[in-house]
């Protein structure tokens, strides 16, 4: 028999309790918010008169009830875009909503936002863009000490802080200088006043950039990446490797995809008949929850400072196609088997519906052999079927180098082959509806073993398999 050496189990990278969290996040917003949303600009100048943000229909409950009823676990807002305006009264700038008509200047987004995630059982995150295109200090070696200040505030007053999201962007200020960013203070200010914050950049430290902004990962993806030599903000692995990270990488940093549900990241009135379908936003699930990765869609509210009625809408039917395509395992009622040595054993581990649970196979010594197992699930009856989702126990590190999943008929005749890659903590695959009896699930292992929480089978809507 093969056996995990100590050796190999030390230099394996395994996610922290607070990774192993965020990984059953999976779904939650994004929300870009400020002057932008009144200018109908991308990026602001940083010039904006600060009046010109008046949302007055603001209401951050309505923010959440709509990500509670969409089955999003959280969501981040846009404290400070790259214009500089803070949503929050900072007393550190005077580019903020303190100098705003909203509220007599008394609003405070944040303080808000946070208060309605508390109530409604959600995770509150913050963006904050370290370029600030308004600031006097920017270029200069005082604005780190301001940019650290900044994040005083937020984990002292809106804390806590699950995720901080730090945008990589670094252009001129208002001197016309670029600012040479204090990373290693950034990441010491955060590690002393909120250790269980998450941080992530393009190259993390805990969570990584997925290399585009289609909200797509890669049909293999680690989760773990190698990064030495970079620093977040200032540099990166090229955007291939963030969307694969690196199958030895050094440290547990997991991909998180970022896509808005509109072709722009602030509210355009324009753009009100050009929100994603319920269809679309689905098929950006499989590709990023279902690829092993976190989906981070961004929903802008408009400029009475509410969610629009068709992104809402768009929401809405998409929860419903998730709870609908996943609402029956087939698995649940036949029986898991793993091979052994004197054949195979009862696995009920690997379809019995709990992901703290897991089984594998033992790998044996024969100098070819790509694949070990197989595991089977095996149905009393044929049953028909088009989705199949695979979980790996990655506690102990991403082990999977990649499977192959057969299905065969009642008489054991192979109907269907299916190679991949990685698994990680999903990986949801999708197939022209078949008649299976048996399914069959044979992994090759990057080292040790490859532990199995669960194979599930469904039947979802042809329409949502992408031919």
């Known amino acids: 028999m093969?056996?995990?050496?100590?050796?190999?189990?030390?230099?394996?990278p395994v996610p922290t309790k607070q990774q192993l969290a965020w990984h059953d996040m999976e779904f939650y917003l994004f929300t870009h918010f400020g002057p932008n949303t009144f200018t109908d600009k991308e990026w602001g100048h940083g010039d904006e008169p600060e009046d010109i943000f008046n949302p007055t229909g603001f209401d951050a409950e309505q923010w959440c009830r709509i990500a509670k009823q969409a089955g999003a676990k959280g969501i981040i807002i846009t404290a400070?875009?790259?214009?500089?305006?803070?949503?929050?009264?900072?007393?550190?700038?005077?580019?903020?909503?303190?100098?705003?008509?909203?509220?007599?200047?008394?609003?405070d987004v944040l303080k808000d936002l946070s208060a309605a995630c508390k109530k409604y059982d959600l995770k509150f995150g913050v963006y904050i863009s370290p370029w600030d295109r308004n600031h006097p200090d920017y270029g200069t070696e005082k604005y780190n000490?301001?940019?650290?200040?900044?994040?005083?505030?937020?984990?002292?007053?809106?804390?806590?802080?699950?995720?901080?999201?730090?945008?990589?962007?670094?252009?001129?200020?208002?001197?016309?200088?670029?600012?040479?960013y204090d990373w290693t203070g950034f990441r010491e200010t955060v590690k002393k006043l909120s250790p269980n914050t998450l941080v992530f950049s393009d190259v993390g430290p805990h969570i990584r950039w997925v290399g585009n902004e289609n909200g797509i990962a890669s049909e293999t993806n680690w989760n773990t990446l190698d990064t030495a030599g970079f620093t977040a903000g200032a540099g990166a692995p090229?955007?291939?490797?963030?969307?694969?990270?690196?199958?030895?990488?050094?440290?547990?940093?997991?991909?998180?995809?970022?896509?808005?549900?509109?072709?722009?990241?602030?509210?355009?009135?324009?753009?009100?008949?050009?929100?994603?379908?319920?269809?679309?936003?689905?098929?950006?699930?499989l590709k990023s929850v279902g690829r092993g990765a976190n989906l981070l869609l961004n929903v802008p509210p408009d400029r009475r400072g509410l969610i629009h009625e068709n992104d809402s809408v768009a929401l809405m039917a998409f929860k419903k196609l998730r709870d609908e395509s996943f609402k029956k395992n087939l698995v649940r009622e036949s029986k898991g088997y793993s091979l052994v040595d004197i054949g195979f054993r009862p696995a009920p581990k690997i379809n019995d519906g709990k992901i703290s649970t897991s089984d594998f196979n033992m790998p044996q010594i024969s100098g070819t052999t790509i694949f070990t197992g197989p595991m089977e699930i095996?149905?009393?009856n044929p049953i028909l079927l088009n989705c199949i989702i695979l979980r790996e126990d990655f506690s102990n590190g991403q082990h999977c180098k990649s499977f192959k999943l057969l299905m065969m008929d009642e008489k054991n005749n192979e109907i269907k082959?299916?190679?991949?890659?990685?698994?990680?903590?999903?990986?949801?695959?999708?197939f022209p509806t078949a008649s299976v009896s048996v399914i069959k699930l044979l992994t090759s292992e990057k080292s040790g073993t490859v532990p199995i929480s669960e194979i599930e089978a469904y039947l979802i809507d042809e329409k949502l398999i992408e031919k």
């Open 2 to 12: 093969f056996c995990i050496t100590e050796a190999q189990q030390e230099k394996t």
């Open 80 to 107: 400070k875009h790259h214009d500089g305006f803070c949503l929050w009264p900072s007393k550190y700038s005077s580019h903020t909503v303190r100098e705003s008509k909203w509220k007599d200047g008394k609003g």
């Open 145 to 180: 000490d301001v940019f650290v200040n900044m994040m005083k505030e937020l984990f002292t007053n809106y804390g806590p802080i699950w995720e901080l999201w730090w945008d990589g962007a670094n252009g001129e200020g208002p001197n016309g200088k670029k600012q040479v």
């Open 238 to 285: 090229s955007t291939a490797i963030l969307n694969t990270g690196n199958m030895n990488g050094e440290a547990w940093i997991p991909a998180e995809c970022d896509v808005s549900i509109r072709p722009g990241w602030f509210y355009h009135k324009e753009e009100d008949d050009k929100v994603k379908t319920p269809e679309q936003l689905f098929n950006l699930y």
């Open 378 to 380: 095996r149905f009393k």
């Open 417 to 430: 082959e299916i190679v991949g890659t990685t698994i990680g903590r999903k990986r949801i695959i999708t």
